[in-house]
């Protein structure tokens, strides 16, 4: 690694924790797929866990870091604590906590606090005026894939609390865009769930198909089925529920004394049935996982309907 960038990291590290800290060695570990990722020791035998990857994605790493900060801000959950973020040597780069990591743990624990993270609502925010903010909503598929990409990281955050005349509403959302994987997540505060789904989810996704040359019956098909979302919420409404976002099998692990941790988030506040749902993805979690969930924050009937469109 780039001893220059090294040393900024380094310093970067002294700010965030305000203490001497001196590095002994860099180790690479694998798992990931998108970032390049090490743990780094101290002198002193601190450990941090460092993210890295090309500077243009520094905005990854910073919705990355805001997510990590919503949810341990719970006290639900645990999750790596982020230290530090920036750009150096033409990298971008994230510091988080170094947890000790095991696959296997307190799944019924894991249950629980899942449930207890999902019973976090969403702030009270302003009513949106005018135009949405996000310009991705646009019914334009000629637009460029890096269009796509400026437009959902340039944007201004919104606070993620805020008064205001003219009332206040809980929103999906959430304070500014993020990204699932490296693909970009818009999250402009909406206060109806269909909606929400239907432009910054599905619909935004089907548009980046078109941009990427996924029409015909893709297409037609996703045009049919934003069509008929509502059908899926007849007997069902949604409350805003702080999500993991991206909670497939890989993205949680347990401490050594069986303590359930979460990582790599794509945050936001939706429909809870979202993250359950992807948790049965690529093999599923526990058995006693999803009883603990179940016991603690009980799923609607239609919850086998929705886990399919979800995922």
């Known amino acids: 690694m780039n001893p220059k960038l090294l040393a900024d990291i380094s310093a970067a590290i002294r700010d965030a924790t305000q203490r001497t800290f001196t590095l002994r060695n860099s180790t690479s570990v694998g798992g990931g797929s998108i970032n390049d990722a090490f743990r780094l020791e101290g002198t002193d035998g601190l450990r941090f866990f460092l993210k890295l990857n090309d500077a ?13 900060d919503a949810i341990a801000s719970t006290n639900t959950i ?50 949106v005026r005018g135009k949405a903010r996000m310009g991705v ?50 999250n402009t505060w909406t206060d109806d769930w269909v909606t929400f789904w239907r432009e910054r989810r599905l619909g ?10 996924y029409g015909g019956q893709l297409q037609s098909m996703g045009e049919k089925l934003m069509d008929t979302l509502p059908a899926f919420f007849k007997d069902y409404t949604p409350q805003p529920a702080l999500l993991h976002g991206d ?30 749902a ?26 086998a309907t929705r886990r399919d469109l979800y995922n």
């Open 204 to 213: 935004f996704q089907l548009r980046l198909a078109a941009v990427n040359g």
């Open 78 to 127: 645990r999750v790596p604590r982020p230290l530090a973020h920036g750009s150096a040597c033409g990298q971008s780069y994230l510091v988080l906590e170094h947890l000790e990591l095991n696959s296997r743990g307190n799944a019924k624990l894991l249950g629980e606090q899942l449930a207890a993270l999902h019973r976090c609502t969403s702030p009270f925010l302003p009513p």
């Open 137 to 186: 909503e646009a019914e334009d598929n000629k637009v460029s894939t890096p269009t796509l990409l400026r437009q959902a990281q340039d944007r201004p955050s919104l606070p993620l609390a805020g008064g205001g005349s003219g009332g206040t509403s809980s929103c999906f959302g959430f304070a500014q865009d993020n990204f699932i994987g490296t693909t970009p997540q818009p």
């Open 278 to 303: 992807m948790t049965e993805l690529f093999g599923g979690y526990p058995a006693d996982f999803y009883a603990a969930y179940r016991a603690a924050y009980p799923l609607d009937a239609g919850y």
């Open 56 to 68: 243009q994605h520094l905005p990854m790493f910073v919705a990355e870091a805001q997510g990590l």
């Open 247 to 276: 909670l497939w099998s890989g993205n949680h692990a347990f401490l050594a004394d069986g303590t359930p941790a979460i990582f790599d988030p794509a945050t936001y506040y939706g429909d809870r049935e979202c993250d359950l």
